[in-house]
């Protein structure tokens, strides 16, 4: 039974790693991978899903107005595919979610979803939100703050480290950074930012 995976975690919790480590396996068992990503996301060119440790492939992407159901079905006439694996899940749509959704249902296709849950101001993204709403599996992907608690928040911190409490829920490019950190630590940066 093929099913809708999301994997979820905060910043840095090797997302990415994790989703070429499962295109490689595929490959390796001689299966074909269909790879999506953000076309928001421009940190490694577009159409490139890259991971902190060096490994990177290339992927279709993915706009707010993309209907991944009908992008993944003319691929799939001409192309058996065997597993879709979405990165930057976070930056679906809910009509998007809804359409990965027609991919399990109608052509019985696994699709695996990475992403982020939430953003720097705590609040979930809309495409995390339908993911944690509809997926079948729900994987937590796990990283650790300095204090060594569960990382399951995420900080953006401006040129001098403090912490950014308002602005834009999405904001690549910039000269800001993101950390993961846990709920207490979130709370207690954020209490500084605002002093
Ligand atoms: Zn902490």
């Known amino acids: 039974m093929a099913q809708l995976y999301f994997y979820y975690s905060a910043m840095n919790a090797g997302k990415s790693t994790t989703l070429l480590q499962s295109a490689f396996n595929y490959r390796e068992r001689g299966m074909t991978p269909f ?8 940190r490694s060119g577009v159409g490139k899903v890259a991971s902190r440790i060096g490994l990177e492939a290339n992927a279709h992407v993915f706009e707010a107005t993309t209907n991944v159901f009908e992008l993944i079905k003319a ?5 058996k595919l065997h597993c879709i694996l979405v990165d930057e899940s976070q930056f679906l749509t809910k009509a998007q979610v809804l ?6 249902d109608e052509l019985h296709v696994p699709v ?4 982020l849950r939430t953003d720097f101001r705590g609040e979930l993204f809309a495409g995390a939100q339908y993911l944690l709403a509809w997926a079948d ?16 928040h995420v900080l953006r911190l401006d040129e001098n480290g403090r912490a950014i409490a308002d602005g834009n829920q999405v904001e690549i490019g910039g000269n800001d950074k993101y950390v993961s950190v846990c709920r207490a630590h979130y709370k207690e940066e954020l209490k500084k930012a605002h002093e």
């Open 75 to 79: 691929e799939y006439e001409r192309n």
């Open 35 to 42: 790879i999506l990503t953000a076309a928001i996301d421009n």
């Open 99 to 104: 359409q990965l959704t027609d991919i399990v």
């Open 137 to 152: 599996k729900l994987i937590e992907l796990k990283t650790i703050c300095h204090c060594g608690r569960k990382a399951n």
């Open 112 to 115: 695996l979803c990475y992403g």
